[in-house]
């Protein structure tokens, strides 16, 4: 039988214990790598993603096919995460770290009246 054949196998035969160890895996990697936490947060996840990792191949009745199953799940989170920015750009969404201004800033001094801060200096020439 086939490497594919035998990931069909493992597929077919996972309990649902198993599951959870696979979502325990996938959510702790997503949590990760999302920059959701600090440091300390993401280690936790990273223990998490391992410790579900770990028991997903444990409990595979295959150890290899658990091992490659795991695998092709990352390079599927991957994918997602790839087709998502390609298409924010695509849309023309602002990437990460940048934003508009939140006060504009007019060329003429004397105009910035959105602000509240009223330019003493500007309202004397306009006067006079």
């Known amino acids: 039988m086939s490497d594919f054949g035998n990931i069909l196998n493992n597929l077919r035969a996972m309990s649902s214990v198993q599951l959870l160890f696979a979502f ?4 702790g990697y997503a949590l990760a790598q999302g920059g959701l936490f600090q440091a300390r947060g ?11 990792a770990t028991g997903f191949v444990v ?4 150890w290899p096919a658990g091992v490659m199953l795991l695998a092709f ?13 390609l298409l924010s750009r695509l849309v023309g969404l602002p990437t990460a770290g940048t ?4 006060v504009p800033t007019p060329a003429d001094p ?9 330019d003493h ?5 306009a006067a006079g």
């Open 24 to 27: 325990v895996a996938c959510a």
């Open 110 to 118: 004397g105009t910035a009246r959105t602000t509240g801060v009223v």
């Open 73 to 85: 799940a990352v390079a599927g989170i991957g994918c997602f995460v790839g087709a998502a920015w």
């Open 99 to 102: 934003s508009a201004p939140a």
């Open 42 to 52: 993401a280690r936790i996840a990273w223990l998490l993603a391992a410790s579900g």
């Open 121 to 125: 200096a500007a309202s004397a020439r």
């Open 59 to 62: 409990l595979s009745p295959d």
